[in-house]
């Protein structure tokens, strides 16, 4: 791959990194290379392609420019999916050790630890990862209990779905100090809006599926390190469980990179806008987004990110009102998952791994690059609808406040 400076904005960097060499007649974008086996014309050194699930050349260009995304040292690592990452992740804890987890968390990485734990690999503690009192108590108490290295802090901000935001550096530099091994899940944010490597995190974890590829095509994962000999090891266990990416879904996560600034912007724009919006809507009973100057999260967001991420979480009054507001959507499409370019909205406690501190009429919206008026005019209308109150007659394609400019 071509050498980048170390300097490079993200926005640049997700443009230029994992590009091949600028030679003559040189193709512009990394190729896709369909192969399970590699020529062999001496015996296999250190670095050799040997056999396609340890290393394809399509990964490369991704791993490098996620890695230079995150300001990481290495190259990041791709994988089958965010849960097999997670479970690379998890494997850095020794039999015998111990997990301390965000009780609100992504489902799939909670019950993951959670089946783990209940096989007896490790001990599993949650907290409130917004309570910093709460959490260093755990870790000293984790830290009275278990040798240097046998202890993970696992970390999510903000939170799925309730969006609580930790204090990442303050948390990081505990555990560090009780020996621990730190990994955060920057999902949500992604390198765009804050580098936990920045932080003193060990290892940042990632489901490609979401914003990273962005368009609701691929199923991916990625771990992201600078410390060589943690990447060694997560690199082993890729490769000796078989978590690895098929070719053509890592080349389009990183055409879906390219444009990722671009669209974490125009989401992140809309979904201010529209927090402001739902938090005087009378159906709404409470918006939960770090950019709102009354969330909990808000200042420690606006001290640590840049920017407050595409994802607005609202509780109605009832679970029948939520379902209500999720069936009368015309333009956000009802699903799961999150990230691309098309809105989606789900009420998060109808899947029934979802933790059950989290509200049941709480709706995560998972705002995309749609027109903001059509997102809002089409949320409004289904409020109200779900409410009881008038309901629009369709939606229209010119409104007097487009004409004005966008949605403020």
């Known amino acids: 791959m071509a050498s980048l400076r170390s300097d490079l904005a993200p926005d640049t960097l997700t443009v230029a990194a994992g590009r091949p060499p600028r030679e003559h007649d040189a193709p512009v974008n990394a190729p896709i290379v369909l192969t399970t086996t590699y020529h062999e014309t001496r015996a296999p050194q250190p670095g050799d392609r040997i056999y396609a699930r340890g290393s394809n050349p399509t990964w490369d260009p991704f791993e490098e420019a996620l890695g230079a995304l995150e300001g990481a040292e290495l190259p990041a690592l791709v994988f089958s999916s965010g849960l097999g990452a997670a479970a690379a992740a998890l494997s850095l804890v020794p039999g015998g050790g111990a997990?301390?987890?965000?009780?609100?968390?992504?489902?799939?990485?909670?019950?993951?630890?959670?089946?783990?734990?209940a096989q007896g690999r490790f001990e599993l503690r949650v907290v409130d990862v917004a309570d910093t009192a709460a959490v260093l108590a755990e870790l000293a108490a984790l830290a009275g209990r278990f040798d240097?290295?046998?202890?993970?802090?696992?970390?999510?901000s903000p939170t799925n779905p309730m969006l609580e935001v930790a204090e990442l550096t303050v948390l990081t530099d505990a555990a560090h100090a009780a020996g621990a091994v730190v990994v955060a899940d920057n999902t949500f944010n992604t390198p765009i809006v804050h580098r936990p490597l920045e932080a003193g995190v060990d290892v940042v974890l990632h489901s490609v599926t979401k914003w990273l590829a962005g368009h609701s095509d691929v199923v991916l994962g990625a771990l992201v390190t600078s410390d060589a000999a943690l990447r060694e090891r997560l690199l082993a266990h890729r490769t000796l469980h078989g978590a690895i990416a098929g070719p053509f879904e890592v080349w389009l996560a990183l055409r879906g990179l390219r444009t990722l600034a671009l669209r974490m912007e125009r989401s992140q724009g809309t979904a201010?806008?529209?927090?402001?919006?739902?938090?005087?809507?009378?159906?709404?009973?409470r918006v939960r987004y770090p950019g709102l100057p009354s969330?909990?999260?808000?200042?420690?967001?606006?001290?640590?990110?840049?920017?407050?991420?595409?994802?607005?979480?609202?509780?109605?009054?009832?679970?029948?009102?939520?379902d209500a507001l999720v069936a009368a959507v015309r333009l956000w499409l009802p699903a799961t998952s999150l990230g691309g370019v098309e809105s989606l909205v789900e009420r998060r406690r109808r899947q029934p791994a979802e933790p059950l501190t989290v509200p049941e009429a709480l709706v995560r919206l998972s705002v995309g690059i749609e027109n903001p008026d059509d997102l809002w005019e089409d949320l409004d209308q289904a409020l109200r609808?779900?409410?009881?109150?008038?309901?629009?007659?369709?939606?229209?394609?010119?409104?007097?406040s487009r004409e004005a400019g966008q949605l403020s």
């Open 99 to 117: 997990v301390l987890m965000p009780r609100h968390a992504y489902a799939g990485s909670l019950g993951l630890a959670a089946d783990l734990a």
């Open 148 to 156: 240097a290295g046998q202890v993970m802090l696992w970390l999510e």
């Open 272 to 285: 201010l806008a529209l927090a402001y919006r739902l938090a005087e809507h009378p159906a709404v009973r």
């Open 295 to 322: 969330d909990p999260g808000h200042e420690r967001a606006a001290s640590q990110f840049n920017g407050f991420g595409g994802i607005v979480s609202i509780e109605l009054d009832d679970v029948a009102t939520a």
């Open 385 to 400: 609808r779900a409410a009881g109150g008038e309901v629009l007659p369709e939606l229209t394609a010119s409104r007097a």
